[in-house]
């Protein structure tokens, strides 16, 4: 069983990096970073109980991260009789507060029934149907057939192990929505480059998302935590927008728009000023969205605003905890790109 995890996971939209490997030291703990993090789990340990999964829990712990900023990407065999406890298991971690996400769809025996009944944040098709896509019809009807599953269940499509242009622009005109593979990595200057898609790459239409499929991982910080720790995550990833301030449960009680909180750090006696405080002194009031509302009302809900049309959307599940947000940006390009789709459709509020 390869990794699917040989680089950054990139967004194909904007080219900018959402969530990168976890990474263990010699010792044992997680190298934080401030993006989310993607860790590749074979199912066979997670079918061995919450015992086998105690150690990640207190990594976690010890770097200060919570569940929510981590995927899960399970790849591996999951036998017949394995099947209920394997939901059980999932079951588990989600309660914990885990994204959760297959790899090797399409080629690994874990059954597309099993993938579904999971609902999981993520579906990464098998790197060998990427390597083969671009020659072979027979690949391609098989990665199809994935990205139909996942976009059925609300689920974003990973292409991993991109290695040529070739590749990636099937896995576009497929409708993958993440990447990652060599020619994804980082620059010798540490940044990310991606190709431009064409036309023909656009992905065929289909009728508007719900928020719950345009979902990033949030960036989040205890509702407690100082200016200067947003500080530092902002100006360690270029590509961080927002970042969220939650409570104990994971409910959102803040967010800092990127622009609006770096402008008021470094104006005069900023830091002074704001450094050492809590950061929700400068956190506007989150704009929360359900994961199941269409994208046409999130929109209409970003527009209410008209001092923060621009700032990220929250997205909340059903007991009102932060999932991960949505950008407008994502937002707008699914409105305004398929306007025959919308044409009809009316959305109370």
Known sequence: MSSLLTGPLVDLDTGSVIARPAMLDPSGNLRAAPLPMVLDVPVQVVLSGAVAMAPLHEALRRAGRHPRELILLLSGPCAPQERRLLRVALDGLRAHGYLLGFGGAGTEHVPLDLIADASPYLVGIAPELIARAPRDHRAVAAARAVVTLARGV????????????????????????????????????????????????????????????????????????????????????????????????????????????????????????????????????????????????????????????????????????????????????????????????RVPG
């Open 154 to 345: 609300g689920a974003h499509v990973l292409a991993p192990a991109i290695e040529d242009e070739a590749q990636l622009a099937a896995a576009r005109s497929w409708g993958a929505r993440m990447a990652t593979g060599p020619l994804l990595s980082p620059g010798p200057d540490g940044l990310v480059r991606v190709p431009l898609g064409t036309a023909d790459d656009q992905p065929e239409a289909t009728l508007g998302p719900r928020v719950q499929e345009l979902l990033l991982p949030a960036v989040t910080l205890p509702e407690a935590a100082k200016a200067e720790q947003a500080v530092e995550a902002f100006g360690r990833e270029p590509t961080i927008t927002s970042v969220v301030l939650v409570d104990e449960y994971q409910r959102p009680l803040g967010s800092l728009d990127r622009g609006r909180f770096l402008l008021s750090i470094a104006s005069r006696y900023g830091h002074a000023l704001y450094g050492s405080k809590p950061a929700r002194r400068l956190a506007d009031p989150p704009r929360t969205v359900p994961r199941t509302t269409p994208a046409v009302a999130a929109m209409q809900a970003a527009g209410r605003d008209t001092g923060r049309v621009y700032d990220d959307l929250v997205v909340t599940d059903e007991v009102n905890r932060c999932l991960g947000i949505v950008r407008i940006s994502d937002l707008i390009r699914q409105v305004t790109t398929r306007p025959a789709l919308w044409a009809d459709r």
